[in-house]
């Protein structure tokens, strides 16, 4: 947009692009002038300040040159083109881009080259506004500048020409005055020097030398201001221009406003003066010789600056400045805009007689073909200019075509970008944010924050493990392997059927039945925590619009820790189980080995008991018995008696004194027989004993065996549960490791797109600068050719003119006449379009010039025959000044005399006057 006051320096993003480039260099230039030639406390004023200082108000100057030559070439081109075709058929000129704003083109154009005397709020000010009035004219407006939905809200509307022309449209003049005033700011400044030389600017690590062209820029601002000024002057003139000789004052002075001072003559002060200052100022900062104003000697190249070089923009200064004076000269002599006077009639005809055979055209027919040959080369040079034209908006389309195609694929990116980043929290979005206020696209800054990063902001009364990073089984093999090696159980086995193999084989099956292979290892494992990757969002930061995989990522292996901790529990839980049934087994195997203990000591008492009573029995049998010796007697009581009382005592020791003293007492006399007997049952009946005592105790061990091995069968029935826990908890572990690759393989796909979409921004942003460089060159020549249409429509206006005296002079009707071309005139002075051609044939339909000559012909063709025009009468006389006036002779070379001659010349040499303007007949 204008300036309007200096604005913030910051290389934001959003900053920058909501900033228009008039506004950041007028605020460069100007703070650079306050801290240096402009400073009140300490000015400072080097070569490099003053150059640095031209180059900013040159490319400034530029800026509002673009704008005034747009401003411009909209003035020079009064039709309406409604497509991008080559030529002139998508052109209509019955129509103005403002025609709800301004009366008609004339009109138009004006505001266009001087703005209205309507000021309009910022940014457009004295330009034409947005014409979006619901008329014929918002039609005629939105086709010829091309509007788009620029705001992508699915309407064409003032807010999409806002944005396209931030400014408004037109106002020629004005832009050229901001472009060369910055050049007259820094003359003006008492601490600034202009000095005219090129510079060094480095370009991929070569120091090159440049010249900006400084003086050659102001002296083209001046000759574009110029042109402007000298079309404002003429078309403010022929605007109040009437054929009324009593109205030809009218608009001479601005009696509507006059602290506007929009008249004729005012224009005439202010763009005349204007274009002398230019001028002078122009040959000023030029050197007349290079070799004065630079070190170089023999200058060349950009070294040769001198006024030679801009003699072709100087000279249109000063070749503006005469058109100025002459339309102001004409304007005081009363001539019509056209250059004619009311009563100017061209008679530079052809003979339209040969003899008395009719060969040629009438006068009129003479002057309208010349008109049509005018009109012709003036659609020529139209067609061109459109041409030109129609690219500049093939250019725009293929640029807007660009943009649409960038911002689908930008929706495109930030769908897919959001759908892996997710969208911020709302809390992040807005003014000195991590985000500009209105965003929508990615969390591309903060995608890593979550509601809850860890399992206790899930599980309320959950308290987090201290070890956040691995997970580590305990050892339990070595406690249920021990058992095999308990002296006990061994023990309780060998007593049994089966022994150490029975007691292997059921320590083995149980072994063997669960996953533990080596019982000295310990398995650790890295927890992949949400908590390592994720961050917990403030809670003033909202809520998330819109959730990416990312996150989903992050809240999946929030899940499963949630659910890795059910299982680790659970496992913990079976831990505990298995660690209770394997200490009541040791309990149980301590109790048996007690309970065998007491067993052992209360059988041996019990035994030792009985064996004495035995052998004390025994002993005083066989006492009465008589044996051969005595010596042999003793012997068997000795060898009856138990030699040891316990667990390990010999029972069989009786059966072996009872053999002994049998042996003894066999030689004895057979009374003794009942004896023996007696002694011999109260023997067998202690073994007896002995013996189902020791059963007994066998079935009791049976029983512990069944119970040791149920309570093992329990244990391994227990441990059957723990592979799948332990494969669980492995799952979960597994599954955060996957959902960990899926974090980063997300992350890896949105940074990824991110490159994809600056790859892809970047070689638009190529195509859209090659379209712009094509756009200035094309508006350079659609320009100049508008240009040069204007001076062919002005030589096609002058000879419709021509063609309407012409018609007058040969028609001779009373101004009363419908027939009469005298509304005509005026028409034609403030025509501003060639209207419709077809087949180079001017026609009816669309106004312009075109609509008139074909009404003045048709006219025409139909009032000869009525006159008598097309049937002339043929003469041939000669008329003689010599013979018929002065009565003199013929000369000498027709038949004459020497002394004929000598008078004609007398004659001719006695009415010389020394000044004709003393004449009457010759002074107005």
Known sequence: GPFAGKVALNSDKNVIENTGLIELYETVLQRAKELSIDNSSNPVSTDGINQALLLAATRLSTLYELLAQEAYSDAQDPTITVGDDDGLDGVASFTHAFQNFEPDLLHEELSLLRGTDFRKSYPVYNRMFWNYAKGLGEAAYN?????????????????????????????????????????????????????????????MQNVLEVDYLDEKSFAKLAAGRARAGRDIVRGTYRLKYTQNPDGQWQGYTDSADPARAWGVSEWGHRAGQAAYFDWAVANALLPEDASGATPVPNPEGLDKIERSGAIDEIGEIAAAFHEIQVAMDEADGGVNPLGFDSDAI????????????????????????????????????????????????????????????????????????????????????????????????????????????????????????????????????????????????????????????????????????????????TFTMPIARASDYGYKAPDDWGQRTSYGRIQRALEEMLREEVALKGDIDTYVAFLGDYETLVL?????????????????????????INSTVVAVQTGIGIAKIIGNTAEGVAEAIAEAFPTSVGFSN????????????????????????????EIGIRIAELVRDEVIARLERDGARVDYVSEVEGMMAEIELLSGAEAPMRAAIGER??????????????????????????????????????????????????????????????????????????????????????????????????????????????????????????????????????????????????????????????????????????????????????????????VR
């Open 733 to 922: 572990l597994q599954n955060l490791e996957i959902l960990r690759q899926e974090y980063f393989t997300a992350q890896a796909e949105g940074f990824r797109l991110l490159r994809e979409r600056e790859a892809f921004n970047k070689s638009l942003a190529a195509m859209v600068q090659k379209n712009r460089y094509q756009d200035m060159v094309l508006r350079l020549s659609r320009n100049e050719a508008m240009g040069k249409y204007q001076t062919a429509f002005n030589h096609a206006a002058r000879y419709t003119w021509l063609t309407a005296k012409a018609y007058d002079f040969e028609t001779s009707l009373d101004p009363g006449h419908s027939a009469a071309p005298g509304p005509v005139y005026d028409q034609i002075v403030k025509e501003r379009q060639l209207g419709l051609w077809s087949d180079g044939v001017p026609a009816a339909g669309q106004g312009g010039l075109a609509e008139i000559l074909n009404h003045l012909n048709g006219n025409f063709q139909v009032l000869k025959g009525q006159l008598g025009i097309n049937n002339p009468q043929f003469a041939a006389e000669k008329i003689s000044l010599r013979g018929e006036l002065f009565r003199i002779g013929p000369p000498l070379d027709d038949g004459g005399t020497a002394a004929s001659d000598d008078r004609w010349k007398d004659a001719l040499k006695a009415r010389i006057v020394p000044d004709l303007n003393k004449l009457p007949e010759f």
């Open 650 to 677: 010999d029972v069989t020791s009786i059966g072996r004194g009872i053999a002994l003293a049998s042996a003894v007492g066999f030689g004895t006399a057979t009374d003794t027989a009942n004896d023996i007997a």
């Open 143 to 203: 086709v010829n500048y091309n509007i788009y939905d620029a705001n992508t809200d699915g309407f064409i509307n003032e807010d999409d020409a806002r944005i396209l022309f931030p400014q408004g449209h037109g106002d020629a003049w004005g832009h050229f005055v901001n472009a060369i005033d910055k050049h007259y700011d820094l003359l003006q400044a008492t601490n600034f020097s202009w000095r005219s030389r090129s510079e060094l600017y480095s370009l």
């Open 584 to 608: 009541r087994l040791r309990n149980q195997i301590e109790l048996i080995d007690d309970k065998e203990g007491l067993d052992d000591a209360i059988t041996g008492v019990r035994a030792g």
């Open 346 to 521: 061209t008679f530079d005809i052809d003979p339209f007689y040969d003899h008395e055979s009719w060969e040629g055209q009438l006068h009129f027919e003479q002057i309208y073909e010349r008109a049509v040959a005018a009109g012709e080369n003036a659609l020529a040079t139209l067609d061109f200019a459109a041409q030109a034209d129609n690219k500049l908006r093939r250019i725009s389309d293929d640029t807007d075509e660009l943009l649409h195609e960038a911002m689908r694929q930008d929706l495109d990116y930030r769908n897919r970008l959001i759908e892996i980043f997710g969208r911020p929290y709302s809390g992040t979005i807005g003014f000195g944010k991590a985000f500009p206020e209105g965003y929508e696209g990615p969390d591309n800054l903060l995608f890593a924050y979550l509601d809850r990063t860890k399992v206790e902001q899930v599980i309320p009364d959950g308290t987090g493990s201290e070890d956040t990073t691995t997970l580590e089984f305990n050892e339990i093999k070595n406690t249920v392997i021990g058992l095999a090696s308990n002296k006990d159980l061994v023990d309780i086995y060998k007593s049994t059927s089966g022994g150490s193999t029975q007691l292997s084989t059921a320590v083995q099956t149980f072994i063997l039945g669960n996953s533990y292979e080596d019982p000295t290892a």
